[in-house]
């Protein structure tokens, strides 16, 4: 279908490619897997960066690494002979002199670069002190009679995929444009929201994108500062505000168990459970307690993200929501990533709950046929009050009784089908109330976009008697120095060790000490001290035996990979060595730095880091030794690493950015935030229609 014939009133959204000149089934199948079906997909298919070809520039002024058109007089060219045949080519004009390279050259153009030829060349310019180079320039001859070979806007370079030339990209796109402009798209983002981020027109912002005008700021272009491209990252920010928002009220729509007991006993064991500890709870763990407590006397199943740092206490709080289920009849499911943090907290819950007759089961790949076996029995039956394990919970064959909660730690490791695997095991027609808990603190930005469909609660405060630890990092030529630290601690002070190593096995290629190389290292430095291993390979009798030899104190030092990064308690140990930590991201070093300072003695953690150091691994080390905050850390995180990488495994479900970045863009979120509210209470209809807009067929709701 040409564009001539197309009717008066279209509607881009759902007008094929097909319709374009030029775009036949072949060119529609490699635009698909761009996903580009639509010409508002084209549209929205925006240039990576752009090219000036507006003006002729002169040799001395150009930069590394930037692409430029320049006017030159070929001086000699000559074909040498090295590693591989090339044609070099003098060139020069006023300014300064510069090389062109060709690699791949028939006698032809060898020809055309004879002494005194004029050229427009254009490429990318490299610089090799005062000499200036390029390989495989575009060239164009001088003809006096025309015009130089210059464009009125910059020139876009879109992603692209092969068979799918930029010539072919920018032929198609111009013909999207000129449909814009005949047949324009609705403005969707409410007027407060426009006036407040002082946002132009969606139809003359994607018209400007594709064809900026010579004079357009290139780093504002580059960095996506301009209005034009805020205006796109504004609309697709609201997008997935929504998308997140109707998640969430969609929960209300189902029904989930109502964990209340009117009765005068009502709260009985969570009393019970107070009782036992030396302790008292933190203003923090009190009121995030409430909050849980009200969310599961609801009809509607609840949905919250437990945050707290490294020891705040988040253990005792999922207790307390546990006990308020079963004392309402109903069984709980607590999921860890690890047997081995599903096995510590068996421990912990068997330890409390077992004198109040609650039985507690564990479940996991390590129990024999007969163990599993009568687990399984005592979940269906409802002997099992409280289910441990891994993802063990939710495979087939595991039929409970009647189940209500699910407390899923350090959920950022699990996907979102795994989690909902475990939702199908509720009882029929009701959905389980969801407790997400994560020791990795969630940066602000990242709580208020992606995680906006959860409830999010925050133990901000540490138990008292809880002691800062002491971070220093150290090169790893002052290993001995380290060696003698250790000896101290473990034989004058009687106190543990961690030495974590980042590998297993010894990798000519990554410098990085392995756990076995470094047991055995000091075993022979330290001959009075007792050395156990554990990593990742071990068996999970084998990983148990030797957790519990070092949790019992028959192990002076325990040379571990990141295994022990969650879940792993000993008060005791208050060194924690930490080689290559160059080669961890922030919020792990945090997490292991978390397994020292359980106790009140003065705890200690060295990075034992290799030179050279990049200047990112330079800047992550700096914040390890200023701060403890697990907040600080986590926002400095997002900041160095990005989005994608904190997010871990939850993808299903949620929006991804095409043109947003969380870090980038977060001053534009709290305004954003307030208007999705807005819409959702005042215009439905709209909300869906942005939403639909964005997502597409990606838009699912997911029930999560």
């Known amino acids: 279908m040409a564009i001539s014939k197309l009717a008066a009133d279209i509607n881009l959204e759902n007008l094929p490619c097909t319709s374009l000149k030029g775009v036949g089934p072949k060119v529609a199948e490699k635009l698909e897997k761009l996903h580009i079906q639509s010409v508002l997909d084209l549209l929205f298919h925006l240039p990576l960066r752009y090219e000036d070809r507006t003006r002729v520039r002169t040799i001395a002024s150009l930069k590394d690494g930037e692409r430029a058109l320049i006017k030159v007089t070929v001086e000699l060219a000559q074909v040498k002979f090295g590693k591989r045949r090339s044609l070099v080519c003098r060139a020069s004009d006023e300014s300064a002199s510069i090389d062109f390279r060709f690699f791949y050259f028939n006698k032809g153009q060898q020809q055309r670069m004879q002494r005194g030829a004029e050229f427009y060349a254009f490429g990318e310019v490299r610089r090799f002190g005062f000499q200036f180079s390029m390989v495989h320039p575009e060239l164009t001859a001088v003809n006096p009679s025309t015009a130089a070979p210059l464009l009125e806007s910059l020139t876009p370079i879109y992603p692209a995929t092969e068979g799918l030339h930029q010539a072919s990209f920018r032929h198609m796109m111009r013909q999207a444009v000129a449909l814009l402009k005949k047949h324009p798209i609705d403005n969707l983002l409410p007027q407060p929201l426009l006036q407040t981020l002082k946002l132009p027109d969606i139809n003359a912002s994607l018209a400007w994108i594709h064809s900026p005008p010579k ?8 960095s996506n500062q301009t209005p034009a491209v805020r205006r796109l990252i504004s609309e697709e920010l609201l997008a997935q505000q929504l998308s997140l928002l109707l998640q969430r009220n969609q929960q209300k729509d189902y029904s989930a168990p109502v964990l209340k007991n009117s009765g005068k006993g009502s709260g009985k064991l969570q009393a019970q459970l107070l009782q036992q500890l030396p302790f008292q709870l933190t203003k923090a763990q009190q009121r995030v307690s409430q909050e849980i407590i009200k969310d599961l006397e609801q009809p509607h199943p609840m949905l919250r993200l437990l945050q707290g740092d490294v020891g705040a206490g988040k253990t005792l709080v999922a207790a307390q929501a546990a006990l308020q289920a079963i004392e309402a009849g109903y ?8 047997e081995l943090l599903a096995d510590q907290h068996y421990q912990s819950f068997a330890q409390w709950f077992e004198p109040m007759n609650i039985p507690c089961v564990f479940l996991a790949s390590k129990l024999t046929a007969s163990q599993r ?9 409802g002997e099992a009050k409280l289910i441990v394990g891994t993802h063990a919970l939710f495979q087939k064959g595991v039929e409970y009784h009647k189940l209500g909660l699910a407390i899923i730690d350090e959920q950022h490791r699990f996907g979102v089908n795994q989690r909902l695997m475990l939702k199908q095991k509720a009882p029929d027609g009701l959905q389980l109330h969801q407790l997400m808990m994560t020791a990795t603190p969630i940066p602000r930005t990242l709580a208020m976009t992606v995680y906006a469909d959860m409830d999010v609660s925050i133990i901000d405060e540490l138990p008292p008697g809880r002691t800062p630890v002491q971070t220093v990092a150290l090169s790893d030529q002052k290993r001995d120095q380290v060696i003698k630290r250790i000896q101290t601690a473990c034989r004058d ?7 974590v190593c980042t590998l297993i096995d010894e990798s000519e290629e990554i410098q990085c000490q392995a756990a076995e190389s470094a047991a055995n ?3 022979q430095q330290l001959p009075n001290c007792r050395v156990g291993l554990l990593h990742g390979r ?8 030797v957790m519990d030899k070092f949790k019992q104190g028959d192990l002076d030092i325990l040379v571990a990979t990141t295994v022990i990064e969650v879940g792993v308690d000993v008060p005791n140990a208050s060194l924690m060595v930490i080689e290559n930590p160059e080669r961890l991201g922030l919020s792990q070093l945090h997490q292991l730095r978390g397994r020292v300072g359980r106790g009140s003695v003065e705890s200690h953690c060295v990075l034992l880091y290799q030179h050279p150091l990049s200047d990112n691994a330079k800047a992550r080390i700096q914040v390890m030794r200023e701060t403890n905050d697990g907040f600080v850390i986590a926002e400095e995180d997002l900041r160095l690493r990005g989005p994608g990488e904190m997010l871990g495994t939850r993808q299903t479900g949620e929006v991804s950015l095409r043109f947003a970045n969380l870090v980038r863009d977060a001053e534009l979120v709290p305004a954003i935030q307030q208007q999705a509210h807005d819409l959702i209470a005042e215009n439905n209809e709209l909300a869906h229609k942005i939403c639909q807009r964005w997502l597409g067929s990606r838009q699912e709701f997911a029930d999560v």
């Open 215 to 222: 004079d357009a700021d290139l780093v504002q272009l580059q």
């Open 493 to 499: 002070e009687n106190r543990q060790v961690y030495w």
């Open 331 to 338: 069984q709980v499911a607590i999921m860890a990533p690890t």
């Open 521 to 523: 290292q000091l075993t």
């Open 373 to 381: 076996k009568s687990a399984l029995e005592s979940i269906a039956s």
């Open 538 to 545: 071990l068996k999970p009798d084998q990983k148990q035996l």
